[in-house]
């Protein structure tokens, strides 16, 4: 999988590995047991979700796959005090622009220097979409709700360095979409 190899090169090597917006879990049992030494501590803000992500965990059968969280990305205090690094996969199109704002805030205050916020998921750049396929997902989202659609890296960059982390390293992936890595400062 293409996200792994990413994960695998910038993740740091040991620590916790905070994933917000979860989903139902398959990302966090796919990547926990194969990111060993690193702790994989999945959440979401949705009980249902976290019932599901419960299930997959014990399929998983990994003892680096903590029981998931209730954590809504915007929400000022958050259920972990610690992180080497933060993971959100295609959450940030999905929500409220406020989502991105409490991700990015939140994981300011969690990551030490050098800790990593990691993004994945379509992006505009310089206002425009990369494909043709991202705007047509961007007006499906936008006319499920106003508040959702495909964000514009720059914005979320500007966001980042508010928050205290670096420049952003953008790497392409399949089907259009980006792995964003961030480094706290």
Known sequence: MPILEILSAVLPADGR???VASGTGEHAAYFAPRLVPRLWQPSDPDRELRRSIAAHARQAACTNLEPPLALDARDAAWPVTEAAAVVCINMIHIA?????????????????????????????????????SNA????????????????????????????????AEAIEM???????VFRRL
């Open 136 to 167: 047509a997902f961007d007006r499906s989202l936008r006319a499920q709700d106003p508040a959702w659609g495909v964000r514009d890296l720059g914005a979320v960059a500007a966001l980042a360095a508010a928050a205290g982390f670096g420049p």
């Open 17 to 19: 590995v905070l994933e």
């Open 96 to 132: 409220p622009w406020a989502a991105a704002e409490g991700l990015v805030a939140g994981a300011g205050r969690l990551l030490a220097p050098g800790g990593v916020l990691y993004l994945y998921g379509p992006f505009r750049r310089d206002g425009r979409h990369t494909a043709p």
């Open 174 to 180: 399949p089907a259009n979409n980006l792995s964003v």
